[in-house]
Antibody, heavy 119, light 107 residues
Framework: QITLNESGPTLVKPTQTLTLTCTFS??????????VGWIRQPPGKALEWLAL???????RYSPSLKSRLTITKDISKSQVVLTMTNMDPVDTATYYC???????????WGQGALVTVSS | DIQVTQSPSSLSASIGDRVTITCRAS??????LNWYQQKPGKAPKLLVY???NLQSGVPSRFSGSGSGTDFTLTVSSLQPEDFATYYC?????????FGQGTKVEIK
């Protein structure tokens, strides 16, 4: 059974850097076509795509957030890590990671991690 | 960025009703359009991928159609478990973008 699990701090202060880890099981990020993406959802609002990384280390970022985001993968640990710098209260959201099985859609999602940005 | 606009933003429907949600892209995206269902407090779930392909395990009352700029998600006979928010998402261009959501409520 494919699972993804987001972990990281629940509370960060403004200007700090957020580091979120997606730990997954029952699929390999070394398989052709496979990727992992990050999506966030502010409370009561719509989904926003942030970044993704593919099996071949191709990385794509939301242009509006590109300067603040870094996505990396560690195949040996079955993890994908997203870092977001200079956090602001408007970045308060539930952050999801999701499996891309064949390049173009999010097939499985983690349960999400709520991150609050507040001093 | 490619914008995807859903309509309506919300609707009220009864059990057994046929429901149609529309998604319009700001430019042609071929069939790179996916649909997700999200229930309160839960992660989204993939329903339909690449415009018309039903994800494994999704009931056949759900269907998707369209290409280019206009797409629809149809629920042929609404069931109690279908009351949720639905999102379309395009994967034709970076950034991938989601619609603003359509909330389906009980009439």
């Amino acid at each position: 059974q494919i699972t993804l699990n987001e972990s990281g701090p629940t509370l960060v202060k403004p200007t700090q850097t957020l580091t979120l880890t997606c730990t997954f099981s029952e699929f390999s990020l070394s398989t052709s076509g496979v990727g992992v993406g990050w999506i966030r959802q502010p409370p009561g609002k719509a989904l926003e795509w942030l970044a993704l990384i593919y099996w071949d280390d191709d990385k794509r970022y939301s242009p509006s957030l590109k300067s603040r985001l870094t996505i990396t993968k560690d195949i040996s640990k079955s993890q994908v890590v997203l870092t977001m710098t200079n956090m602001d209260p408007v970045d308060t959201a539930t952050y999801y990671c999701a499996l891309i099985e064949s390049r173009y859609h999010f097939d499985y999602w983690g349960q999400g991690a709520l991150v609050t940005v507040s001093s | 960025d490619i914008q995807v606009t859903q309509s309506p933003s919300s609707l009220s429907a009864s059990i057994g009703d046929r429901v149609t949600i529309t998604c319009r892209a700001s430019q042609s995206i071929s069939t790179y359009l996916n649909w997700y269902q999200q229930k309160p407090g839960k992660a989204p779930k993939l329903l339909v991928y690449l415009a018309s392909n039903l994800q494994s395990g999704v009931p056949s009352r759900f269907s998707g159609s369209g290409s280019g700029t206009d797409f629809t998600l149809t629920v042929s006979s609404l069931q109690p478990e279908d009351f949720a928010t639905y999102y379309c998402q395009q994967s034709y261009g970076i950034p991938w973008t989601f619609g603003q959501g359509t909330k389906v409520e009980i009439k």
